[in-house]
């Protein structure tokens, strides 16, 4: 009997270390599937190029989802966090922001000169980072692990392992570009995003913790958040480049006015995460429905799944 008991606790904290970092391992591959194959930018016959997207996609994720959760921010940090990794990725990494030729037909019709970049693609890019790339499976892995929401999921030895393969993954991915496009911004620029990302951080340390007020309108149902979460995404995601300006600036409306619409409705007392959940759903059906266009019906339909598996698992959680 005193071997067995010593055999229990022998494995017991090898136990809850797994159950810890499963969420960490989760997020670490979602990220990428989210960022890229779930829109149909890749398809199902490039799966392999997940091994070389995690570290920068999923290492970025996790280490924005950790830094938050440890310095007991909310989504303000997480976006904002977002944004400074959707500059890192595509003014530094892949240089997307600054290269006209990226893309086959890419069109600049809201150039900014004297930035080198066009306005509308910018604003789309991070937007798409910020919020699906990022915020979207940090929230979504959250919301299937509710007892470990708030808390830390790698220990410091961990988040310097993760911290590590983000820039080596980083690094060959920016390496593999250059090659690929025959292209490097220029010195100016890349100390811009760099001066600009370090700004970033900065401010998202500064944002204090959304916290419910006492008000006496309630929050909108949460079928209704949705709907309008979707709405408003698609709207987004649907503003033709070939407009100009005029993409650009009801990019910008959509965006702003939707983050502080949602801002509002989080200080309810009674905002919670059936909200916060159906408000990642209707941003996830929005991929879901373009990328079906680009054939990516199964990543489609698994991004359903764990839709569905999140909500159970909450609505589980709830009734305790």
């Known amino acids: 009997m005193k071997v067995k008991k010593k055999a229990?606790?022998?494995?017991?904290?090898?136990?809850?270390?797994?159950?810890?970092?499963?969420?960490?391992?989760?997020l670490f591959?979602?990220?990428?599937?989210?960022?890229?194959?779930l829109l149909g930018i890749l398809s199902l016959s490039e799966i392999y190029y997940v091994l070389f997207l995690s570290p920068m996609y999923g290492g970025g994720a996790i280490l924005i989802r950790e830094v938050t959760r440890r310095a007991g921010q909310g989504t303000v940090m997480l976006l904002i966090l977002g944004i400074a990794y959707g500059l890192i990725e595509e003014g530094?990494?892949?240089?997307?922001?600054?290269n006209p030729n990226y893309l086959?037909?890419?069109?600049?019709?809201?150039?900014?000169?004297?930035?080198?970049?066009?306005?509308r693609l910018t604003i789309y890019v991070?937007?798409?980072?910020?919020?699906?790339?990022?915020?979207?499976?940090?929230?979504?892995?959250?919301?299937?692990f509710p007892e470990r929401k708030l808390k830390p999921w790698l220990s410091k030895k961990g988040l310097g392992f993760v911290a590590a393969l983000f820039i080596i993954g980083s690094a060959y991915l920016c390496y593999e570009t250059k090659m690929e496009k025959h292209f490097f911004a220029s010195v100016p620029q890349l100390l811009g995003t760099t001066l600009t990302v370090i700004i970033l951080v900065i401010v998202s340390f500064k944002?204090?913790?959304?916290?419910?007020?006492?008000?006496?309108?309630?929050?909108p149902k949460p079928w209704f958040i949705g709907g309008v979460s979707f709405i408003t995404s698609?709207?987004?995601?649907?503003?033709?480049?070939?407009?100009?300006?005029?993409?650009?600036?009801?990019?910008?409306?959509l965006a702003t006015g939707f983050f502080l619409m949602v801002y509002h409705w989080s200080g309810r007392n009674d905002w919670g995460d059936n909200h916060r959940i159906a408000l990642i759903g209707g941003g996830i059906l929005t991929y879901v429905w373009l990328g079906m266009f680009s054939g990516s019906i199964i990543f489609g339909f698994g991004a359903i799944v764990l839709l569905i598996l999140a909500n159970r698992r909450l609505k589980k959680t709830l009734s305790y």
């Open 126 to 144: 991070l937007a798409m980072h910020a919020v699906w790339s990022t915020c979207i499976p940090i929230l979504l892995i959250e919301a299937l």
């Open 8 to 26: 229990h606790i022998t494995s017991r904290p090898t136990e809850l270390k797994e159950r810890r970092i499963l969420p960490a391992v989760l």
């Open 104 to 119: 086959a037909g890419q069109e600049w019709n809201s150039y900014i000169s004297f930035l080198g970049m066009d306005g």
């Open 234 to 253: 698609s709207l987004f995601m649907l503003a033709d480049s070939s407009y100009g300006w005029v993409s650009f600036g009801a990019c910008v409306i």
């Open 92 to 98: 530094i990494v892949d240089q997307m922001l600054f």
């Open 29 to 37: 591959f979602l990220a990428p599937l989210f960022g890229e194959y």
């Open 207 to 219: 944002c204090k913790y959304h916290t419910s007020v006492s008000l006496e309108t309630p929050a």
